[in-house]
């Protein structure tokens, strides 16, 4: 996806991310409002290193791990970009829900994703996705949303998740990342708001987003989200994809016994 700005003509200028662009008297905290909706596809691809490699490796997930008949789950499913590369990639008889509680974002994933919705391979639900049942699923994925919840039931959404899972299932996860060392997380965040700069930001638009995102964004470390995967019960959790401060990494339900060795191998094995 061409990242859209004033600069390039080819983009749809209804779509072009200004929701900061002009200065505000007062900041509100960030969220998935109709405004930002309308320009969500702009401004992740803008704001988010790697966005696009995130999608490029859950295609190559999904290929491999959906199991024939499950459900797959988008939860904070967004504008319908992972819901999408899980209905492209999974086999024909999986069925594909996305989850958002954010009625706006619904609506544009509606837009977006009509001709999956009419031929019934894809689901749209809007609600808490801690009120969602999991049940049956082969793949759950949670692209830059477990870092919007609140710290206290991130434990409980991963467990119940974990549990929720058919064996060998997946839980397939992007999010924003915090490092330890201070030195090397404002060496980080100094190269991501280059990024930002080079996407056409104006320091008001980073300013006031920052300013938005502050007590709504809440991340963890690497280390934090691997620790919370293997004690759930997760197989080798680990990161597949780095991009500055956002990594995308998965977990794996351990197999039950199967005399096809071929076909049910775990990430072990892979």
Known sequence: MTPSSPDNPESNKHDIDRVYAEA?????PFAFNHQVAQVFDDMISRS???YALCHEVLALITNRYAQAGSLLFDLGCSSGTSTKVLAD????????IGVDNSQPMIDRCQDTLQDLIAKRRVTLTCQDIGDTDLTGASIIVLNYTLQFLPLAIRDQL?????????PGGI?????KVTNPEPDQQQAINDLHLDFKRQQGYSELEIAQKRSALEAVLIPETEFSHHQRLAQC???MPQTLTRALNFIAFIGQKPRTHSTSPANQSGLNNR
């Open 24 to 28: 505000k008297e007062n900041v509100s």
């Open 48 to 50: 988010v290193p790697g």
């Open 171 to 175: 839980v397939f996860i992007a999010e």
């Open 89 to 96: 990639s999974a086999p024909s008889n999986c069925k594909v």
């Open 158 to 166: 991963m467990t119940r998740i974990y549990q929720s899972l058919l």
């Open 233 to 235: 019960g997760f197989e």
